[in-house]
C-alpha cells in the first residue's frame, strides 16, 4: 500500500478518533454518534448498530468490552468499516469511570494492513472534558416512558428518555454496554442489529506510537 494512501487512513483514523471521543464530531467517511446511554460494562458483551445521518448515508460499527484492566476500567473495541480501503479499523479505547463519568484513559487504534497505533498521548493532551461524557444519560434527562421496541436485533422493552438538547434514547438493561437499543436526533439515528457475546479483541501485535508511525511512513 502507497505511504499517501496509509496516511489518509492513518488521518481518517484520527478523525474517527475524535468522532468516537465523547465530545468530538465524526469525519471523512467513518461516523458513528455520541454514544449516550447507562455505561454497564461486561466483558465479553457488546452491540452492533446502524446510523443513518440527516442526509440518509448508513453506516455500522460494533462496541464490544474485550478486556478489564487491573486499574479498574475496560477496555472497549469499536469494529468499524473503513470505506476507502475496504477494510477494518479498529479502535481500542480504556475508558474509567471517575465520579459521574465515563473518561477515555488511552486509545489503541489499528488500521489494515498495518501495526497498531497508540493514541494515547493525544487522547490525554485533549483534556478531561474533550475525552469524557456522563456515565448515565438518564441524569437530567425526561422519562417519556416505557416502550416496547422492535429492531433487527429482536424487541425490547425499553425505557425512552429525551435529553435536554432534543434527542430520544431508547434503553435496555438487555443491552451491553451502553444499554442502547435505539436513539434518535437531528444528525442521526442509530438502531441496535445484533447483540454481541464472547467478544474478543482484534487487535494483534505491539502498538507503536502515532510518531514512529508517521516516520516510517515518510520513509516510504
Request: charged share 20%.
Amino acid at each position: 500500500m502507497k505511504s499517501k494512501t496509509v496516511m489518509f487512513m492513518v488521518m481518517g483514523a484520527v478523525s474517527l478518533s475524535l468522532a468516537l471521543a465523547p465530545r468530538g464530531n465524526a469525519q471523512m467517511g467513518m461516523s458513528a454518534p455520541e454514544l449516550r446511554g447507562v455505561f454497564k460494562p461486561e466483558v465479553g458483551s457488546g452491540a452492533a448498530y446502524e446510523v443513518v445521518n440527516s442526509d440518509g448515508k448508513k453506516s455500522q460499527f460494533d462496541i464490544t468490552i474485550v478486556e478489564k484492566d487491573p486499574s479498574g476500567g475496560y477496555w472497549t473495541e469499536y469494529t468499524i468499516a473503513d470505506p476507502r480501503s475496504k477494510g477494518t479499523v479498529y479502535m481500542k479505547m480504556l475508558i474509567s469511570q471517575q465520579a459521574d463519568d465515563a473518561v477515555v484513559e488511552h486509545m489503541i487504534i489499528q488500521v489494515p494492513g498495518h501495526p497498531p497505533m497508540d493514541m494515547s498521548a493525544m487522547m490525554q493532551g485533549m483534556g478531561h472534558q474533550t475525552r469524557s461524557q456522563k456515565i448515565d444519560v438518564r441524569t437530567g434527562a425526561e422519562n417519556v416512558g416505557t416502550e416496547s421496541v422492535t429492531t433487527p436485533a429482536g424487541t425490547f422493552s425499553c425505557q425512552h428518555w429525551r435529553t435536554k438538547d432534543g434527542n430520544d434514547v431508547w434503553i435496555s438493561d438487555k443491552v451491553k454496554p451502553w444499554g442502547l437499543v435505539k436513539t434518535s436526533g437531528k444528525d442521526s439515528s442509530m438502531t441496535l442489529v445484533r447483540v454481541i457475546t464472547d467478544a474478543k479483541t482484534h487487535v494483534t501485535g505491539t502498538p507503536v506510537s502515532m510518531e514512529d508511525m508517521m516516520k516510517g511512513m515518510g520513509k516510504q
